[in-house]
């Protein structure tokens, strides 16, 4: 089964737990067992606007960046392994994260790497 769209991991397991027992009232077989968090997003805003040219030069090996095709610079960190869409306007989207403080962690290694790319008028 797959739960999307809680706000934490308690109620992601929560609503695992709900519908388990829905499939069990209707008759079905259920052992709910070995739950897992797959994977975690997460957004925020640094409140600055980012040179995408400049931070796709300075770290070509871990971007790709086409704004022709998507207006975001997508930004493979190693570790932790996690994916982030940066955007022009400061707002950022992490994904793929197994744990919170792999968010926590993909964002004290940005934040710095972003200061070096902010856009000043």
Request: aromatic letters at 10%; charged letters at 25%; one cysteine or more.
């Amino acid at each position: 089964m797959v739960c999307t769209g809680a706000k934490s991991e308690n109620d992601s397991l929560l609503a695992a737990r709900k519908y388990a027992r829905m499939i069990q009232k209707l008759g079905n077989e259920v052992t709910f067992k070995e739950f897992k968090i797959q994977n975690i997003v997460g957004s925020c805003d640094v409140k600055f606007p980012i040179k995408l040219d400049e931070l796709l030069t300075a770290h070509k090996r871990y971007c790709s960046y086409e704004p022709e095709m998507f207006p975001g610079l997508i930004y493979k960190m190693q570790s932790p392994k996690i994916v982030l869409l940066i955007f022009v306007s400061g707002k950022l989207v992490l994904t793929g994260a197994k744990t919170k403080d792999d968010i926590n962690e993909a964002f004290e290694n940005i934040y710095n790497v972003l200061l070096t790319c902010k856009k000043t008028n």
